[in-house]
């Protein structure tokens, strides 16, 4: 999508929006509610089902080091502790009869 990601595993915890002014923690809905009412001018859930989800835009002027840390570690957190999906094999090649 042309902007950075950071992954716990290959599941997406944080990204750097492409305006290098804003990025993204996926959390939890509930501490997602915790940042934006301590840090109402840093932190705002983003648009849409994603936002709902816990995924929260962060504006990189208005957030203090410790603050986005905690952040960070929470989302790093909450992404190496979800289970990975569990992929189906691939079906095996059919094999047509000879004709």
């Known amino acids: 999508m042309g902007h950075p990601d950071f992954r716990a595993g290959a599941r997406i915890f944080a990204t750097l929006h492409a305006d290098n002014q804003h990025g993204m923690v996926k959390i939890t ?3 997602q509610q915790r940042f ?3 840090h109402p001018g840093a932190f705002t859930p983003e648009s849409g089902a ?7 835009r962060v504006r990189l002027d208005a957030v203090d080091e410790d603050t986005l ?3 960070l570690s929470l989302a790093w957190q909450v992404r190496a502790q979800q ?3 569990v992929r189906p094999h691939p079906p095996a090649p059919r094999r047509h009869p000879s004709r």
Do not use: L
């Open 29 to 31: 809905p509930k501490q």
């Open 50 to 56: 994603w936002g709902r989800q816990g995924c929260t």
């Open 36 to 38: 934006v009412e301590r």
């Open 83 to 85: 289970p990975r999906p």
């Open 69 to 71: 840390g905690e952040a």
